[in-house]
């Protein structure tokens, strides 16, 4: 379905370091990848499995160890550093020392591959820049220094930076690392309004793998040993791929839901009688106190969640021992009295 | 916008600079008023032939030498701060001074008592040897160095200017310890730097070197700009690290070691200066603070170097203890005001 020229083209990439003596450190061999405009792609795996290589060997600031890395159809091998700086740009996950720069001046940085050798900015300058802090909806911090802002905010800032570079590829590392979740959320947003609306590629690693289900238009999946799964999230969860790549013995994939289920063996039996949110987090509650829901062993609690005038009450059941609670707070409370005395 | 918040600073610090000028010139151990100063410059009749001798003879290299030295030391000591990304980076952080004075220790301590005297053999004056030695060492380090600045990060540089400054160090102090006392009160007083040694004829040769240094800063502000981001966001934006890396310490230590050379290892100034632009125009961006520490380094050299000078008193004072005195404040001054250097270096 190749609708469209991509972006950004690997071909047999292998990425790594070259330690002394020519060795190679190899991180992942013969990747065969392509951005393409309008995507928004999340590069998943768990720590350590090279994610931050990739991007930086994609970005230009690692060598490959072999293979090539097409932009726009043409070889980085062949084209000057200015020159590529105007087809990629990147945000590092590193925490960087700005300065003492407005939000202005930092994204003005961006224009650095599109000035001249005096670094003047020119109308067409100045309108891409505030063009790029409009798009991550931070115009209002353009007069703040930078040092003043909040990690989300700083981070917007950084994002507009690569914009304002007008490169048609986006290179993110980990740019939610440090942002609480409504921040992840409105980051994310803005990402995919940046690929969907104004038609940039945009691949980001990230740990967030539930945002990423959500938002993400195409999922690179590196697992360990550097192979990479390239797919539809949805895809990819219902064949067990994320499964795969990020189970461990504590980690539970849950297909259902669409995300990880810590992992704790069931010492108790009990059945949740209810619907909705209620019966949901009800569930959630036991789990984490110890219980499984399997049909097979008879349970040992009945929790029957009750509606009456809007108001929501647990009946709880546990052989002879009967109670009603008003919260979900009292039925946790009751139940880990109860199974203590056992 | 942003620009016109600052533009007023620049006519206040010429005027200051101008001001530091007149009065480096005016006073020292025979004050000369300004109808007198006027007069010497013009070559007016009416002056005292005396005083005009002092204001053209001594004063005004004098007053020349601390302004250009100043501005140098200022624009080196930012180029180190940005590319190092250190608040306490100085111009001498790749050990530059450290080469000078194995220069001069050679000449003054080694060679010296060997009988060796390169002012019969070169026919140099003793103050061009000494120039020419310190100047030579500087030059060696640097070279070191900048062949290192290809294969290593600039931490690694950092720590390997310090290392070399050690290593020099010690053999300097060997140098001195087998060293006669009258021998290292000469090497002392090189080590206290001054303006005052300056004649036409170095004016000569070291102004035009300290102006094409400062020239060619120029292009390179837009390439410390992309260093503020440090050098992977640099590399993203299209920079190429390794001749960036050159451009700019090549520069940096050359106008340093020029310093170094004519006027002795002067310190504080480097460091002290950017700070205060910083905290002045509350920017990082190097086009505006570029033009500022050439006349704020103009400007703290000029009253440094005045007060060094002690008018009224019967004595003078080393310089290196005024610049001390002067610039430690500035930047106990500019680290309360900003709150802390964090801010102007991030992290």
Redesign the interface.
């Known amino acids: 379905m190749r609708t469209e020229a991509s972006l950004l083209e690997t071909e047999r990439l292998s990425i790594g370091y070259r330690l002394k003596g020519g060795r190679e450190s190899l991180v992942a061999r013969t990747l065969s990848l392509e951005l393409k405009r309008g995507e928004l792609v999340c590069l998943l795996g768990p720590n350590g499995v090279g994610k931050s290589t990739l991007i930086r060997t994609l970005a230009g600031l690692d060598e490959p160890l072999s293979g090539r890395i097409d932009l726009d159809g043409q070889d980085v091998r062949s084209l000057s550093p200015r020159q590529r700086a105007r087809m990629v740009s990147v945000v590092l996950t590193e925490n960087v020392a700005v300065g003492m720069l407005s939000a202005y001046a930092l994204v003005a940085l961006g224009r650095h591959p599109h000035t001249r050798w005096t670094g003047n900015l020119l109308a067409e300058d100045r309108e891409r820049i505030e063009w790029a802090l409009r798009a991550v909806g931070a115009e209002d911090l353009a007069d703040r220094q930078v040092g003043e802002l909040s990690d989300g905010e700083r981070q917007k800032v950084m994002i507009a930076r690569a914009l304002a570079q007008d490169a048609s590829v986006l290179l993110l590392d980990e740019p939610t690392a440090f942002v609480d979740l409504p921040r992840r959320v409105e980051l994310m947003r803005i990402l995919s309004d940046l690929a969907h609306r104004d038609g940039i590629a945009v691949l980001l690693s990230s740990h967030d793998l539930e945002l990423a289900l959500r938002c993400a238009d195409k999922l690179w999946l590196m697992g360990a040993g550097g192979a990479i799964q390239v797919g539809s999230p949805e895809g990819l969860a219902l064949n067990g791929q994320i499964a795969a790549v990020f189970a461990s013995d504590s980690l539970d994939w849950d297909s259902e839901q669409g995300n990880f289920r810590l992992y704790r063996e069931a010492k108790f039996s009990a059945r949740v009688f209810g619907e909705g949110e209620a019966a949901l987090w009800t569930r959630r509650a036991l789990s984490r106190i110890g219980f499984g829901f399997s049909e097979a062993d008879g349970p040992s609690l009945e929790v029957r969640i009750i509606r009456n005038e809007g108001k929501t009450s647990w009946r709880v059941r546990a052989g002879d021992r009967a109670r009603d609670c008003s919260s979900l707070d009292a039925l946790i409370e009751w139940v880990q009295r109860n199974l203590d005395r056992k | 916008?942003?620009e016109r918040k600052y533009s007023y600073w620049f006519p206040v610090l010429g005027l200051g600079v101008l001001a530091a000028i007149v009065a480096n010139v005016s006073l020292g151990s025979v004050w000369i008023s300004v109808n007198e100063l006027v007069g010497a410059l013009v070559g007016s009749e009416d002056t005292d032939p005396v005083k005009s001798s002092i204001v053209i003879e001594f004063r005004a290299p004098r007053a020349l030498t601390a302004a250009l030295a100043g501005a140098a030391l200022s624009v080196s000591g930012l180029m180190m701060q940005t590319v190092f990304?250190n608040p306490l980076a100085d111009p001498f952080v790749l050990g530059v001074n450290s080469g000078a004075s194995l220069g001069v220790a050679v000449v003054l301590l080694l060679l010296a008592p060997m009988g060796v005297s390169l002012t019969q053999e070169l026919g140099l004056s003793g103050q061009m040897a000494m120039v020419l030695a310190a100047t030579g060492g500087a030059a060696a380090v640097l070279a070191v160095l900048l062949l290192f600045a290809r294969r290593v990060d600039v931490m690694s540089l950092l720590i390997l200017g310090l290392m070399i400054s050690y290593g020099i160090g010690s053999i300097v102090s060997l140098l001195m310890f087998y060293s006669m006392a009258d021998r290292l009160q000469a090497f002392f007083f090189w080590s206290y730097g001054n303006f005052g040694n300056m004649t036409w004829s170095q004016l000569k040769v070291f102004a035009p070197v300290i102006g094409v240094g400062l020239l060619a800063t120029v292009?390179l502000?837009?390439l410390l700009?992309?260093f503020?981001?440090?050098e992977?966001?640099a590399?993203?934006?299209?920079?190429?690290i390794t001749k960036a890396r050159l451009a700019i310490l090549g520069c940096a230590s050359l106008l340093a070691g020029v310093v170094t050379g004519f006027c002795g290892p002067i310190g504080f100034l480097g460091i002290a200066a950017p700070h205060f632009c910083?905290f002045l125009f509350?920017?990082?961006?190097h086009?505006i603070l570029l033009p500022a520490s050439v006349l704020v380094g103009a400007g703290i050299a000029l009253l440094a170097d005045l007060v060094a000078k002690a008018p009224g008193l019967e004595t003078s004072f080393p310089l290196n203890a005024i610049t001390a005195l002067v610039g430690a404040p500035v930047i106990i001054v500019a680290l309360l005001r900003?709150r802390n250097l964090?801010?102007?270096?991030?992290?």
Do not use: C
Not at chain 2, 282 to 285: G, L, M, P, V
Not at chain 2, 342 to 347: E, Q, S, V
């Open positions: 916008m942003v990304r292009p502000i837009k700009d992309a503020l981001l440090g992977h966001y590399q993203s934006m299209g920079v190429d910083r509350r920017t990082s961006e086009r900003q964090r801010k102007a270096f991030g992290g």
